[in-house]
């Protein structure tokens, strides 16, 4: 149904006209942030289907933290900050590894490894031991100590680094499958913004 407007001269209706087209673009901008927000809602929907989920570690910087929307003059963006974004959204063609480095990250970041223990251990000598000897041996014990617990930390960054080269081989040799979560949220969100231009057409957009 159409909009009646009742003026009295030309001035009149080109106020009207200017108030008109100020509101229908106030409108207009506040649909496309509403929109915006929608489809960030829809692509943790998405991703949290596939398993994508915050990180028990998260520092902000994983995939589910990383959606973001961002107002500007004439409506809103939605993206996703992480920047392996893109290898979630397509997926990655067999080839060449990801860095290890990113894979030891996203390791971390899952919980699959933990910040390295200190591995520490409290250090004593025999009581019996007295005097300038024993300023000697608790010197050696605790040497002996520092030895070894460098040791247990390079043994367990070894070992954690294994796991991330044979996780990003598998990824070289495979591939990986997108999960398109932004694809399948933007398709939602169509539905979403059809929905609220209808309302701003009848005139009971809020």
């Given at each position: 149904m159409g909009l009646r407007i009742k003026v009295t001269g030309l001035a009149a209706l080109e106020r009207e006209l200017d108030a008109q087209e100020r509101k229908l673009r106030a409108d207009l901008v506040r649909t496309c942030r509403r929109a915006a927000e929608f489809c960030r809602t829809r692509a943790l929907h998405h991703a949290a289907r596939d398993g994508i989920k915050p990180h028990k570690n998260s520092t902000g910087k994983d995939y589910a933290s990383s959606f973001k929307v961002e107002p500007t003059r004439d409506g809103?963006?939605?993206?996703?900050t992480a920047k392996h974004a893109v290898f979630v959204e397509r997926g990655r063609r067999a080839g060449r590894p990801p860095p290890v480095l990113v894979i030891l990250m996203w390791?971390?970041?899952?919980?699959?490894i933990k910040n390295i223990p200190s591995f520490k251990r409290r250090v004593s000598?025999?009581?019996?031991?007295?005097?300038?000897?024993?300023?000697v041996a608790i010197g050696e014990a605790k040497e002996a100590e520092s030895r070894r617990r460098l040791t247990e930390r390079e043994k367990y960054v070894a070992q954690a680094r294994s796991k991330a080269y044979a996780i990003a081989r598998s990824i070289g040799q495979r591939g990986m499958r997108?999960?398109?979560?932004?694809?399948?949220?933007v398709g939602d969100t169509k539905r979403f913004i059809r929905a609220e231009l209808n309302r701003v057409r009848r005139g009971d957009h809020r």
């Open positions: 809103a963006m939605m993206g996703n390791m971390f970041e899952r919980g699959i000598v025999d009581p019996a031991i007295k005097g300038a000897k024993r300023r997108g999960k398109f979560p932004v694809g399948k949220a």
